[in-house]
């Protein structure tokens, strides 16, 4: 009976194990695809570092058993190892590009990094989605070592920054190149969601192929294609407002009329208010609205806060005859102006909203095995409408708060015999400006394959059409505006002081127009022999067409290009590319030049001895040297010709004195030699992954720019009559550093990664024409082209004992008195004048940007931040903006902090004062450029912050769908600077906005 019963045990107990085991198995299948959304075949799975199977063809793998407490990862050579929880086996595993074993855009071609020689950057276009911004310039910020972004504004179609790569090199045109898909093009109406990557190219061997074109460097855009799968649906919707990071700050009327006491006082030299303390109650208890107004500008003219909206939907699929990509897109902000207003909701809205439609098709086909091509069809339609006035921001800062009222008693808008307009008013009643942009371009490339007669040699022919159209519509109208007066007895009355009521006047008539034509034809061949020995090639001709609509001439470029390769057993890397181009802008005998560089490379990860180090999975050493060259200098153009004008003066001819003609005077003298700059450029650079986490990039460059047109026109004395001519005979160099980390792990079933990039890069003018000068330091030569010129600000005037003392220095620019800026005497002659002038401060390009990224995901989770920055910059305070009473304007903040004596009234600030004595006067003494208005530009900025979710995937193939993420996202939430009444970025104008918004990602 026992016997029995130990079997019953026995068996139960195997059964509850058997049982427990088949619960926690299960069968799992997946997809393995890169991030392109292509399938990855002969990928290896393993179950606790075992394999267990391989994709196939398709990438599919499928009917692996595994139970709770096995580790599924997924490897291939090409790929960052990735390890997923048996939990959350999505149906489609996405795998990362190793960065050395992906493919990286250059000129006029694609490469495998691992096989560069050059010095490139570059950031996918799904890293610049967070941003919350019009233009896509703006994303780039931080985005990319050694390219800098200069923001000049923050209104939506308004907000194009400038560009510049490895800084400075120049003191004329720093323009960059901007190529998209191949071709010259513009950025800033792209969408992100359109985007493959963004590449620049930095040095000599990645730039020459440009020639006159790449000194300044090239920015290269590549647009997301198609890939051989069903058709893959992509939705993306986003909601959210922005408002204001920093605003401009002005006192209250208060506060204006007792510093106007303080300032009027000071400018006759004795206490004589204007504003009596009856005033001043009135303005503090806001009991005369309409003879002692209180109007703050800023807020009755701005919004508090405006929405946006950014929408994109993308199909994306193909087969072995033709692939495709398809997207739609559109997005709206909506402009500060225009507090909300009942009887003016539907105009306000019409005057500040700013759309555009994008719109992309890219098609390439396989039509056999000898052809293939490619049409390329993208571009945008923008709607942009902004009030009717030239500054709107330079309105609110010069009109004081006690100017006027809003509007008179009788409901007419309100101004006076100073200040004619009416902020208001003018947003109101003056009208808007519309403008509304198309831009297309189409690009078709014929390929042919000749792989039967050669192999590896390609023929391919392409063609690109660039073309602009806008049309202005500008609706304006004057208003009236009048003076409310009061006399001795109490009555009110009325006069117009500024304008006359009109109708709406049209113009819808202007429009403005360009088209860039390029042809790019020419035939690449690569070839590997022996198994170590890899050759390539490629010979092209390019030639390009610009024309604007008017009286300009059309600018043309036309040439050849090459490059040519060797490496030897995938260790040893050699390259030499050069271009042979020439420009419509330079003397026809001397239009064309050779620009051609070197380059080598060393892998060091492939020696044997290399292979020993258990750390090291990739390191290459890279150096390369060359000439590039700039034929737009941003000057006028046919620097080469001489010019003749119209004479103001008249001459008679014939018997009659009353007939008469203009004589023609001669322009500036044109120079038959003239020719492009010249810029050598050498780089020396390593690549390496570590530890299988961790990829580092880093570079050291020197540049050194000669033939930098400019005139000698400050050395020659004005009696030679006449404008002279432009030469080649400026030098700029320029060096720096560049270095991107990026390292990526997980901790437990937390994947997380960390990077980011800093680029330093400092210029020189060695060598300008400059009139002598009686001191060194005057001289822009051997400073930076970007340097700050100004006097060396040392305190503030205490008293008239200190200025009337000998050994204080007289200051030339204006009488000065107690609380005005006192300056250094830099060359000690008792004078401070303009030779007291020196270099102050930083320059006002950045010479180091940075930018750092996080993220981290847990599950369904997912957290990222990005932020940016800029250091060794300055920036220079001045204006109506800063400046109290400047032109009787507004009174800034910064100012309540003046120097000011009057111990009768209870005043005194000396030993506190940041800011001098108050003038209701200009003030030429304390308006100079000097260190007491210049500030530390540099900053760091919080650009993005963003957290998702990810719903499971039974959740989504229930709503018939791949994929569904909703996310939260902030931009712009802090800024750390020491400047803390301006925004260190833009310090006047539309104000830089943080954002908040909501997110959907759906994926069909």
């Given at each position: ?18 049982t ?25 799975v ?37 390890a ?7 149906n ?16 006029y ?5 691992m ?64 190529m ?13 969601e ?11 061997a990645?730039?020459?192929?440009y ?16 890939v051989n ?25 208060y ?5 106007y006491n ?42 508090s ?28 902000f ?7 207003s009942?009887?003016?909701?539907d ?18 086909l ?20 902004k009030?009717?006035h ?16 809003i ?16 902020p ?14 198309v ?6 490339t ?18 690109s ?44 008539n202007?429009r ?38 008017g ?16 490496s ?54 890279r ?20 010019y ?44 390496l ?33 006449a ?21 990526s ?11 980011g ?41 205490q ?46 390009i ?5 930018g ?13 931040a ?41 005043i ?5 004062a ?9 003030n030429?003494n ?13 900053f ?7 957290l ?16 569904i ?7 712009n939430?802090?800024t ?29």
């Open positions: 009976m026992m016997k029995h019963t130990k079997y019953k045990i026995l068996l139960a107990s195997l059964l509850s194990i058997i427990i085991i088949g619960a926690n198995a299960q069968s799992i299948s997946g997809i393995i695809k890169n991030p392109k959304g292509e399938a990855v075949p002969n990928a290896i393993k179950l606790d570092g075992l394999e267990v199977t391989r994709t196939d063809e398709m990438g599919e793998f499928q009917g692996v058993d595994i139970t709770s407490k096995q580790t599924l990862s997924i490897e291939h050579d090409l790929f960052q190892k990735k997923i929880d048996v939990n959350l086996v999505p489609i595993i996405i795998l990362t590009p190793l960065s050395h074993k992906q493919g990286i855009q250059i000129g071609g694609e490469i495998e990094q096989k560069s020689t050059q010095a490139t950057s570059a950031v996918s276009g799904e890293n610049l989605k967070g941003f919350s911004t019009f233009t896509l310039g703006n994303r780039l910020s931080g985005k990319i070592a050694g390219l800098t972004i200069v923001r000049n504004g923050n209104e939506p179609a308004s907000d194009i920054p400038d560009m510049f790569i490895r800084g400075t090199s120049t003191y004329n045109s720093n323009n960059i190149l901007v998209v898909d191949g071709f010259e093009a513009t950025i800033n109406n792209l969408l992100p359109e985007i493959e990557s963004v590449t620049v190219l930095k040095d000599a990645a730039l020459a192929i020639g006159m074109r790449g000194a300044n460097g090239v920015l290269l855009i590549t647009t997301k294609r198609g799968s069903r058709v893959q649906v992509k939705l993306d919707t986003k909601l959210g407002f922005s408002s204001p990071a920093r605003r401009m700050k002005f006192t209250d009327s506060t204006y009329a007792s510093l303080e300032a009027i006082s000071n400018d006759i030299g004795y206490w004589s208010p204007i504003y009596s303390k009856d005033d001043l109650e009135l303005y503090k208890n806001n009991s005369d609205s309409y003879f002692h107004p209180n109007v703050s500008w800023y807020d009755e003219v701005m919004r806060s405006v929405p946006y909206t950014e929408n994109t939907l993308s199909f994306t699929g193909g087969n072995n005859f033709a692939k495709y990509y398809v997207m739609l897109g559109y997005v709206s909506d402009k500060l102006y225009g507090k909300n009942k009887a003016k909701a105009e306000l809205k019409n005057m500040s909203e700013t759309s555009r439609f994008n719109f992309r098709t890219n098609i390439d396989n039509i056999n095995s000898f052809w293939s091509a490619s049409v390329s069809i993208g571009g945008n339609i923008i709607e942009n409408s009030p009717n030239s500054n709107m921001s330079d309105l609110l800062a010069s009109t004081p708060p006690n100017a006027f009222p509007k008179n008693m009788g409901g007419t808008w309100a101004a006076n015999n100073i200040h004619t307009e009416n208001l008013g003018t947003l109101y009643e003056s009208g808007k400006l519309s403008n509304h942009d831009n297309v371009q189409t690009g078709i014929l390929n042919q394959n000749l792989d039967k007669l050669i192999k590896g040699l390609k023929l391919f022919e392409s063609v059409f660039v073309s602009w159209t806008r049309k202005n519509y500008d609706r304006k109208r004057d208003y009236e505006r009048y003076q409310m007066n009061k006399s001795a007895d109490g009555t009110i009355s009325t006069e117009k002081v500024a304008g006359t009521n009109t109708d709406y006047q049209i113009d819808e202007t403005e127009q360009s088209l860039r034509t390029a042809y790019n034809l020419g035939a690449s061949y690569s070839t590997k022999f022996n198994s170590v020995h890899e050759v390539s090639g490629l010979l092209g001709f390019t030639y390009s067409n610009y024309e604007i609509e009286n300009n001439a059309p600018y043309r470029n036309t040439g050849l290009y090459g490059r040519f390769g060797y030897f057993d995938n260790r040893i890397l050699s390259e030499f590319s050069f271009a042979y181009n020439g420009s419509e802008n330079l003397p026809p005998n001397k239009r064309f030049g050779f620009f051609p560089a070197v380059s080598l490379g060393w892998i060091v990860s492939n020696e044997n001895f290399a292979k020993k180090i258990n750390f090291l999975n990739y390191m290459k050493i150096t390369s040297a060359g000439i590039v060259g700039n034929s737009h200098f941003g000057i006028s153009r046919f620097a080469y010709q001489t003749y004008a119209n004479m103001q003066d008249k001459f008679n001819i014939g018997s009659s004195a009353n007939v008469s003609l203009n004589g023609l005077q001669e322009g500036r003298i044109g120079n038959s030699d003239i020719t492009w700059e010249k810029n050598y450029k050498y780089d020396l650079g390593v690549d992954r570590l530890f299988d986490k961790l990829d580092v990039s880093a570079d050291v460059f020197y540049e050194k720019r000669t033939g930098i047109l400019s005139t000698y026109a400050s050395t020659t004395p004005s009696t030679i009559g404008i002279l001519p432009y030469e080649n005979i400026g030098k700029v160099s320029n060096k720096g550093f560049e270095l991107t980390l990026e390292y792990d997980n901790l437990g079933k937390v994947d997380y990664y960390i990077g990039n800093i680029s330093y890069a400092k210029n020189k003018i060695d060598y300008q024409a400059e009139v002598t000068q009686p001191e060194s330091y005057l001289y822009r030569t051997g400073k930076s082209a970007n340097q700050f010129f100004g006097l060396e600000a040392i305190g503030l005037f008293s008239y004992d200190e200025i009337n003392n000998p050994n204080t220095p007289v200051q030339l620019f204006s009488p000065v008195q107690p609380g005005d800026i006192r300056y250094k005497d830099q060359n000690g002659d008792g004078y401070v004048d303009e030779n007291d002038m020196i270099a102050i401060g930083k320059p006002t950045p010479e180091i940007n940075y750092f990224y996080l993220g981290a995901a847990y599950k369904g989770l997912d957290i990222k990005d932020l940016y920055g800029q250091a060794n910059r300055s920036i220079m305070l001045s204006g109506n903006h800063v400046w109290a009473f400047y032109n009787n304007g507004q009174v800034p903040e910064i100012a309540t902090e003046r120097w000011a004596y009057y111990p009768e009234q209870g005194d600030t000396r030993t506190k940041k800011y001098p004595r108050l003038s209701t006067a200009n030429d304390n308006y100079q450029s000097s260190t007491f208005w210049q500030r530390n530009g540099s760091l900025r919080l650009q993005n912050l963003e998702g979710y990810t719903l499971p995937e039974k959740v989504c193939r229930k709503a018939y769908l791949n994929k993420r909703l996310y939260v996202q902030a931009s939430l802090l750390i600077s020491s400047i803390s009444d301006y925004d260190p970025e833009i310090v006047y104008g539309y104000p830089i906005t943080k954002s908040y918004s909501v997110g959907l990602s759906i994926q069909f």
